[in-house]
């Protein structure tokens, strides 16, 4: 039988002192419960609770009318003798309906050199909650401080998920040949001024819906949201705000100030409303996970959830300082191999895409997973490989960024069949070639054909590789051709944040520019990278707002920028109109070897296996392998589309002349122009129906372009 308070009629309720109470009666209004599943389920009746804890020795369930109520409604205390199954505690509470919002306090000893930090003065979020409300004072503060949060913390909501009508919506689950995927930021993508979005949903979930056309006129296939669990905005430095939203507190519940309903359930609904609105659109959605550390920051860090429930249960800590062990640069590391911690992971990640619909994940600094609850390498982590066998998660998108804060770099090693990677090394070596750096040329060629290298080995695909040049970590693509070094110093960290190896170039003045020689070459190398990472093989991933050309001023490191210097600013596209049309028939073309039906099941890699390509320099058949080489091309048939491409990179900053393979019936099938980034718009890119025919037996590609040639029904002379 369960406790049952009434806080007014507790005088150490009403000075805020409710930890420890002075009336209590028993009731019968609540039953044992189950402790299956873990979180609120609404059952008939009712709502079952139930949250994992081993070193607690009571736990409090709290009840609230709002989320900044400095009291709960009703408190219910869980009787350790009959709700308790092993670690679980657990109550049925009959007629509460979803709505409802809620919290814990639990109690037991603070022991840091146990790893133990309970701590009954703070209201704690369920690590199962569907749906987190957050009082308009909300204060993180409070949460790490000595003393009650009560109304200021963050608060659960008893949420039912059969409760909305997906009208048969399911994931589509697009090949990876079929996919280019547009990395965004939720809130970045409408809350400009100029958005033309109305201003009572601009930055929200409802406020992307009405993008939707754009993203079906770029041609994008799925779109990457940055996080969108639950996160502390206010985890950053005083005066700035979290806006990634890297500092997740709630693994199940979409972020609650994304949505332009307020309303407890609002959340919910609303992003599931995207989803089926993006679904419509043959649009995946792919979620940015954060599943290496939370917002509790370090051991100064405010009592939210995790480390008041079982602070050595999710996260890894130095046996010798009792400290958080921190291998994800944010003050703690989530005991991701911790059996407990495992599930959690896995659920939620089945939650996403059962009650959700997601399509699939990109995971955040995801070699953590690989380590144990020391801290070391695992050769097979259980995690990883749950994920990769887990029949709900099967044939869903999942990503990798194959790195962590502490240096384990494990690009073309990461375990797992399925998994893709965000493939670093592209990024690096487009930008050092385009750069003009020596002895790129390798390395780049590598890169173009599906990096061979890195993924050859196991008989991975080149769709393994996720390519790209620009990611929200880092600068925008205008940014990498505007500048030579980062500039942070609006971050409030006197510049030392943010990555120092960008690879980047500013082709002469640091910044804006009016000089129209400069502008002319930034406009260029942008287009290269563009052609070069939709051309390439492998899954494309461009970055919002690339297209027309999107800037942060230089800051390569916006994470705590929520202002037009981080937002999509829509008068781009007046701006840039070639760019944004350079990147519309690149997409065009890229996903029109894949509209007939049997070519659906041809991976990349299985075309390219069976095409005839050969290496070129400005002679046939000698490519330029040398330190000092900063061009190369390559030709290739594909038999299957009856088509010949003839390639030329020239990261040079002088023309050069390309000798052209000879075609059979040159007269009736000539080459033809494709793509030249040398020339104005609209020649730098043609419609691939009508492309100019191009006469002679060289091409002379300018300094620092990409051209790509075509010829339909061709043959090579002997």
Known sequence: MALVTDPHKSEAAKTGAVTQQTHRVVTPATTIGSSSPLGATVRDGGVNFSIFSRKATSVELLFFDREDDALPSRI??????????????????????????????????????????????????DPYGRSVVVPKNYNRDIAREAG??????????????????????????????????????????????????????????????EKIPYLQQLGVTAIELLPVFQFDAQDCPPGLVNYWGYQPISFFAPHHAYSSRQDPLGPIEEFRDMVKALHRAKIEVILDVVFNHTAEGDHTGPTLCFRGI????????????????????????????????????????????????????????????????????????????????????????????????????????????????WNGRFRDDVRSFFRGDNGTVCRFADRILGSSEIYAHDNREAEQSVNFVTCHDGFTLNDLVSYNQKHNQSNGDDNRDGADDNRSWNHGIEGPTDDPAIETLRGRQVKNMLTTTLLAL????????????????????????????????????????????????????RLLRDTGPERHQITLTQLIKSAIKDWHGVKLNQPDWNEDSHSIAFSVYLAGENTFFYFIFNAYWEPLDFELPILINGDKHPWCRWIDTYLDSPQDIVEWQNPPAVSGHTYRAGPRSVVVLTCAEPSLSP
């Open 76 to 125: 219910i205390t869980i009787n350790p003798e009959t709700n308790r199954t092993y670690h679980y505690w657990h109550i049925f509470v009959p007629d509460l309906q979803p709505g409802q919002i809620y919290g814990y306090r639990i109690h037991g000893p603070s022991d840091p050199a146990s790893g133990l930090s309970f701590n009954p003065a703070k209201v704690l979020l």
């Open 148 to 209: 009650d949060n009560t109304a200021t913390a963050m608060k659960s909501v008893v949420v039912d998920p059969d409760a909305y009508d997906w009208e048969g919506d399911l994931p589509l689950k697009h090949s990876s040949a079929q996919t280019i995927v547009y990395e965004m930021h939720v809130r970045g993508f409408t809350r400009h001024p100029n958005s033309g979005v109305a201003p009572e949903i601009s930055g929200t979930y409802r406020g992307l819906i």
């Open 310 to 421: 079982d602070n050595s249960a999710y996260y890894i800590i130095d046996s010798h300082t009792s400290r958080y062990l921190d291998f994800s640069g944010c003050g703690n590391t989530l005991n991701t191999n911790n059996p407990t911690v495992r599930r959690m992971i896995l659920d939620s990640l089945r939650y996403w895409v059962q009650e959700m619909h997601v399509d699939g994940f990109r995971f955040d600094l995801a070699s953590v997973l690989a380590r144990d609850s020391a801290g070391q390498l695992m050769a097979d982590p259980p995690l990883i490989w749950d994920i990769e066998s887990d029949p709900v998660l099967a044939g869903i998108k999942v990503i990798a960024e194959a790195w962590d804060a502490a240096g384990l770099y494990q690009v073309g090693s990461f375990v797992g069949d399925s998994w893709k990677e």
């Open 538 to 589: 492998g899954m494309p991933m461009i970055l919002m707002g690339d297209e027309v050309r999107r800037t942060q001023d230089g800051n390569n490191n916006a994470y705590c920028h929520d202002d037009e210097s981080a937002w999509f600013d829509w008068s781009l596209l007046q701006k840039y109109p070639d760019v944004h049309r350079f990147v519309q028939i690149l997409i065009a073309r």
